[in-house]
């Protein structure tokens, strides 16, 4: 055994090389061909984050106006809740 603080891989493997096209490819242009070749996904994961952004906006606004706009607003308690 050598005295080597680190495992020394078999020899004889295959070295891979990156062309330069993979090697220069920002990030931008990895997510730009991504998402042309799965428009699909795209659209759908967009589609409900605007649904979900629309109802979270909608449940919150009716919520905080009702209670603000009326002054007679009353909490319903269920009597099983009631010591």
């Known amino acids: 055994m050598s005295n080597q603080p680190y495992p020394v891989p ?10 330069p096209s993979t090697s220069q490819s920002s990030l931008w242009d990895r997510i730009s061909t991504w ?4 428009k ?19 449940y919150y606004l009716t ?7 009326d002054p007679y607003f ?7 809740s009631l010591p």
């Open 10 to 19: 078999p020899s004889g493997g295959v070295p891979v090389q990156l062309t």
């Open 35 to 38: 998402a042309s070749e799965n």
């Open 40 to 58: 699909v996904v795209v659209y759908t994961v967009a589609g409900v984050a605007i649904v979900v952004t629309g109802a979270g906006v909608a």
């Open 63 to 69: 919520g905080s106006v009702s209670r603000i706009k």
């Open 74 to 80: 009353i909490t319903i308690v269920h009597a099983d």
